[in-house]
């Protein structure tokens, strides 16, 4: 229900993509695995299966988030599959030690091969390939020994198995689909950077070649050439805008970099509010550092009083901000009132309709002590969410809430 802080910022930004350099395809020859060691399982050899099993590769690192949160995900398709001889490896390029570690204490969460790549070579001969850079990352090698899939694990992986299983995997239509995705990345580069309008023209034609046999390439909506380059645009100079801002550059540098972003910038974007996001950001990093260390009484003051003269209007950071403030374990002196502080302005700033803000004002209340307080807000929550699974678990903090509070006799 909850995000990290840290998100708010990095998600209004996206990163530069890289150019894939259109290597490896799918349909071609799945490259041997160099392992140096192997920390759980048997060792998987692709050639010894051929004929036999369906392989599915994964990239992987222990200090990757979206990985970590893979692996239950991993770990019930291997057992569901593994009775059809669909085999699950797992390749970092970590030290053996550190892998080891994480493995072992993960027991049997993690339950298939897990190896460590010998020299990067395992990782040169697929991701980099394949022109990618950041994982989780996942392929299907299928019984001819032919990569068919690529793509994240927590994606349709579990869908590609399954067609490939009942004969009505179609390759053909797989590769074209990679090739479309590997030209959109190109054409986002070239766009945002403002080159080479020749080659982006080439690269809209087979786009729009493509979407004809396909059907749509970007989810939810029909390929523009026109949006896609005003949006990579605006994506760059985003960036720009945003290290201008955080090197705390004067007015007239900022404004000089705000005429061409607001031409392409999309509606509702407004400049005053993302600079104070970006400032926000540096004010809670320094916040973080403070009561993270926790000795300097003086520091954390002064950061506190940064933070409390912070103007958002956003429910979603300020809610951020509260939960942050109430649940960071890393944090060994917790300021309740001033995330009591921030969780009542959330409240009010989406005007108490949002199930995930009610929930951190409950939480704020209880944490401050007004049990009651805490669960009127939770019944409130409760009350307005639609979605079963969040709605649960909202119940189960009402009820203990509730256990709380008579037990205190109040």
């Known amino acids: 229900m909850k995000?990290?802080?840290?998100?708010?910022?990095?998600?209004?930004?996206?990163?530069?993509?890289?150019?894939?350099?259109?290597g490896a395809e799918l349909g071609g020859p799945a490259p041997a695995l160099q392992v140096a060691?192997?920390?759980?399982?048997?060792?998987?050899?692709?050639?010894?299966?051929?004929?036999?099993?369906?392989?599915?590769?994964?990239?992987?690192?222990?200090?990757?988030?979206?990985?970590?949160?893979?692996?239950?995900?991993?770990?019930?398709?291997?057992?569901?599959?593994?009775d059809r001889d669909v085999v699950f490896v797992a390749v970092s390029n970590e030290e053996a030690p550190v892998v080891k570690a994480f493995v072992d204490k993960m027991g049997d969460k993690m339950d298939y091969a897990v190896a460590v790549d010998k020299d990067r070579k395992t990782v040169a001969a697929y991701l980099e390939a394949f022109g990618i850079s950041g994982i989780p990352c996942a392929f299907i090698?299928?019984?001819?020994?032919?990569i068919v899939w690529q793509g994240h694990p927590m994606a349709d992986l579990e869908v590609a198995l399954t067609q490939i299983?009942?004969?009505?995997?179609d390759i053909t239509s797989a590769g074209k689909r990679f090739r479309a995705r590997r030209l959109m990345e190109e054409f986002h580069v070239l766009a945002g950077k403002n080159e080479n309008r020749t080659r982006q023209d080439e690269l809209v034609k087979e786009l729009q070649t493509l979407e004809k046999e396909l059907g749509v390439l970007v989810p939810g909506r029909k390929f523009d050439a026109d949006e896609v380059r005003k949006s990579a645009r605006f994506n760059v100079l985003l960036r720009d805008y945003q290290k201008a801002i955080s090197q705390n550059k004067d007015a007239a540098e900022l404004e000089k970099l705000e005429k061409p972003l607001l031409e392409v910038a999309p509606k509702g974007f407004d400049p005053a509010e993302f600079k104070g996001g970006v400032r926000l950001q540096g004010i809670w990093q320094t916040y973080m550092l403070a009561v993270?260390?926790?000795?300097?009484?003086?520091?954390?003051?002064?950061?506190?009083?940064?933070?409390?003269?912070?103007?958002?209007?956003?429910?979603?950071?300020?809610?951020?901000?509260?939960?942050?403030?109430?649940t960071d374990e890393r944090i060994k002196k917790r300021d309740l009132k001033l995330a009591l502080k921030f969780a009542q302005a959330a409240c009010d700033a989406c005007e108490g309709k949002e199930p995930a803000v009610l929930d951190t004002l409950a939480r704020a209340f209880f944490a401050n002590g007004n049990l009651q307080e805490a669960i009127v807000q939770q019944k409130?929550?409760?009350?307005?969410?639609?979605?079963?699974?969040?709605?649960?678990?909202?119940?189960?903090?009402?009820?203990?809430?509730?256990?709380?509070?008579?037990?205190?006799g109040k």
């Open 3 to 22: 995000t990290r802080l840290i998100t708010f910022i990095a998600a209004t930004v996206l990163a530069a993509l890289v150019p894939a350099g259109f």
């Open 37 to 82: 060691e192997w920390v759980k399982g048997r060792p998987v050899d692709l050639s010894a299966g051929k004929g036999k099993n369906i392989f599915v590769v994964e990239f992987w690192a222990t200090w990757c988030p979206p990985c970590r949160q893979s692996i239950p995900h991993l770990t019930e398709l291997q057992k569901k599959f593994k």
């Open 141 to 146: 090698v299928n019984k001819d020994g032919l």
């Open 165 to 169: 299983l009942a004969g009505k995997y």
């Open 292 to 326: 993270v260390e926790g000795r300097d009484e003086a520091r954390i003051a002064e950061a506190t009083k940064q933070l409390e003269a912070v103007n958002v209007k956003s429910p979603v950071v300020l809610n951020e901000l509260a939960w942050s403030l109430l």
């Open 380 to 408: 409130k929550a409760v009350e307005l969410s639609t979605d079963k699974e969040i709605r649960d678990g909202l119940e189960r903090t009402l009820k203990e809430y509730e256990a709380k509070s008579k037990a205190a």
